[in-house]
């Protein structure tokens, strides 16, 4: 009897054991959750805020880190024979250990500058007869990506502040501390880094993303407002934006077009990133409620209809991330080329095999009729998930050629083309 007591008592905590260790591993293995609808999330997110709420298919995806001192002069020449292009077009590095390159704007005299993603730093790159000079000309900025140059002045928004350094080209050794000509932004760090956009009238389009993957907003953010440098005025122009991080003016209507990376965590192909258009001011273009123009949010749609919302002129496909992009105004391409729109895709990293890391090309009516899309440029992906580059920006050449910023590879290429 005692043997078979004793046996009871040896299974019992057998159990226990097995059953405390299946606990343990479920919790190991419990997927990860945010609660992301209060202030306290938005002040102080977690440091892997955007992993936003797990789900099994796609558990344990983070973004990868890229190479902190960018890709060798070797590398680099590797790699432009890997980058597939139409016919007559060629592609060759302008410039490297440009490290983190994003936005890039051109100064009146031909300085090419450059903002950074985390390091800070804004770069002007000078052309002393063939040969390119990578000189760092700021430092210590919060997240400098959006740039632009006018009148003289270089505009550098970082995080929660628009900042002019006049003169800009002329002061290279030494621009200044700069004056703040617009701060009423949030300081939110998480989806905060922005674009600058210019239109006819001088004034800049900044969009403002939402520090978390998916929820109710701030009312200060999901949105992007138009703002006058010179007098600090702005004004709300679009509603329901996630997270946008490049856009340009139509130069056949005046209209502003940007692109859009949809929310995270839902699955591998949904939802679809976008290409929008701005025809009215005060448009809602439908987060957190609605994705990719017909995909109501599981959880935040909350009885609103995807209707209600202005759906996208393009569904460029899931997890592309759409960053920079340009209409083509210049002569050197075909003529065909003439008012397309050039987009930087930065490429995936909430999904098993990436994609993206490329530069698609959209043709498209100034009234965002007819568009079709087509890839321009890719071989920045080996594989699966190895990046080789990550182009995030784009800008015309005065000779008609573009630049593309790759912050992967710490680089600038030039894209050319020649009958």
Request: proline share 7%.
């Given at each position: 009897?005692?043997?078979?007591?004793?046996?009871?008592?040896?299974?019992?905590?057998?159990?226990?054991?097995?059953?405390?260790?299946?606990?343990?591993?479920?919790?190991?293995?419990?997927?990860?959750?945010?609660?992301?609808?209060?202030?306290?999330?938005?002040?102080?997110?977690?440091?892997?805020?955007?992993?936003?709420?797990?789900?099994?298919?796609?558990?344990?995806?983070?973004?990868?880190?890229?190479?902190?001192?960018?890709?060798?002069?070797?590398?680099?020449?590797?790699?432009?024979?890997?980058?597939?292009?139409?016919?007559?077009?060629?592609?060759?590095?302008?410039?490297?250990?440009?490290?983190?390159?994003?936005?890039?704007?051109?100064?009146?005299?031909?300085?090419?500058?450059?903002?950074?993603?985390?390091?800070?730093?804004?770069?002007?790159?000078?052309?002393?007869?063939?040969?390119?000079?990578?000189?760092?000309?700021?430092?210590?900025?919060?997240?400098?990506?959006?740039?632009?140059?006018?009148?003289?002045?270089?505009?550098?928004?970082?995080?929660?502040?628009?900042?002019?350094?006049?003169?800009?080209?002329?002061?290279?050794?030494?621009?200044?501390?700069?004056?703040?000509?617009?701060?009423?932004?949030?300081?939110?760090?998480?989806?905060?880094?922005?674009?600058?956009?210019?239109?006819?009238?001088?004034?800049?389009?900044?969009?403002?993303?939402?520090?978390?993957?998916?929820?109710?907003?701030?009312?200060?953010?999901?949105?992007?407002?138009?703002?006058?440098?010179k007098t600090g005025n702005a004004e709300i122009w679009a509603l329901g934006v996630r997270n946008s991080v490049g856009g340009d003016v139509d130069p056949r209507s005046g209209r502003y077009w940007f692109t859009e990376n949809a929310r995270d965590w839902i699955s591998d192909d949904m939802p679809s990133d976008k290409l929008n258009m701005i025809s009215k001011i005060g448009e809602h273009f439908g987060y957190p409620y609605c994705h990719q123009g017909d995909m109501p949010d599981p959880k935040f749609a909350m009885g609103h209809k995807c209707d209600e919302f202005t759906p996208p002129v393009v569904k460029l496909g899931a997890h592309v991330a759409p960053l920079g992009m340009k209409f083509y105004t210049g002569d050197q391409f075909p003529p065909e080329y003439k008012n397309n729109i050039l987009i930087a895709e930065h490429g995936s990293w909430n999904r098993y095999k990436y994609q993206g890391a490329r530069i698609k090309r959209v043709i498209v009516d100034a009234d965002g009729k007819n568009a079709k899309s087509e890839i321009f440029a890719s071989g920045w992906l080996d594989g699966d998930t190895n990046y080789l580059g990550r182009p995030n920006d784009i800008i015309l050449a005065k000779d008609g050629s573009i630049l593309v910023a790759d912050d992967w590879a710490g680089a600038i290429y030039r894209i050319s083309y020649k009958k």
């Open positions: 009897m005692k043997s078979a007591f004793n046996r009871s008592i040896l299974a019992l905590a057998a159990f226990l054991v097995v059953a405390g260790a299946s606990q343990a591993d479920a919790q190991q293995k419990a997927l990860k959750k945010y609660e992301s609808g209060t202030k306290d999330f938005w002040t102080n997110p977690p440091p892997d805020w955007f992993l936003g709420d797990e789900t099994e298919a796609q558990k344990g995806q983070a973004p990868p880190s890229g190479p902190p001192t960018g890709a060798s002069d070797a590398e680099l020449a590797a790699m432009m024979k890997k980058i597939k292009l139409p016919d007559g077009f060629s592609i060759e590095v302008y410039a490297s250990n440009v490290l983190e390159a994003r936005q890039m704007a051109w100064g009146d005299k031909g300085t090419l500058f450059v903002g950074s993603f985390s390091l800070g730093n804004v770069y002007a790159i000078k052309d002393n007869g063939g040969k390119r000079e990578v000189k760092t000309v700021l430092k210590g900025l919060n997240m400098p990506t959006g740039l632009a140059f006018q009148d003289g002045a270089l505009y550098v928004v970082a995080i929660n502040r628009l900042i002019k350094y006049e003169n800009a080209e002329a002061n290279l050794d030494n621009l200044g501390a700069g004056k703040v000509v617009y701060d009423d932004m949030p300081t939110y760090v998480a989806h905060g880094w922005k674009y600058i956009a210019v239109d006819k009238d001088g004034w800049f389009y900044l969009p403002f993303g939402p520090p978390f993957n998916i929820g109710i907003p701030p009312t200060s953010v999901s949105q992007v407002r138009r703002v006058d440098p």
